[in-house]
Nanobody
Framework: QVQFVESGGGLVQPGGSLRLSCAAS????????MGWYRQAPGKQRELVAR????????NYADSVKGRFTISRDNAKKTVYLQMNSLKPEDTAVYYC????????????WGKGTLVTVSS
């Protein structure tokens, strides 16, 4: 059974930091690229960061480049997103999934974790 459990969100002031974690289940986790996605109110879900299956290469959306860092630990089946210099426009529900999404289980998304950046 595939499952993604995101955690680490919360309320943070502008300029602050958070570290998100995504614990995955399923035996095929380590063979897929993984991504962190976010969905802000009234907007479509977007990919903000991705990491290759082995963790050796990463890519970021322009809006988070230089501020966010994605990493993974295949032994722990966990993906991380370190978010620094947070801005109000980073406020969203953050999800992890394969890249492209649904490779482990079509149409499946976890519950996500809410990040709110506000003073």
């Amino acid at each position: 059974q595939v499952q993604f459990v995101e955690s680490g969100g919360g309320l943070v002031q502008p300029g602050g930091s958070l570290r998100l974690s995504c614990a995955a289940s399923g035996s095929l986790f380590s063979i897929y690229a993984m991504g962190w996605y976010r969905q802000a109110p009234g907007k479509q879900r977007e990919l903000v960061a991705r990491v290759t299956s082995g963790g050796g290469s990463t890519n970021y959306a322009d809006s988070v480049k230089g501020r966010f860092t994605i990493s993974r630990d295949n032994a722990k089946k966990t993906v991380y997103l370190q978010m620094n210099s947070l801005k109000p426009e980073d406020t969203a529900v953050y999800y992890c999934n394969t890249d492209p999404p649904g490779r482990l289980l079509p149409d499946y998304w976890g519950k996500g974790t809410l990040v709110t950046v506000s003073s």
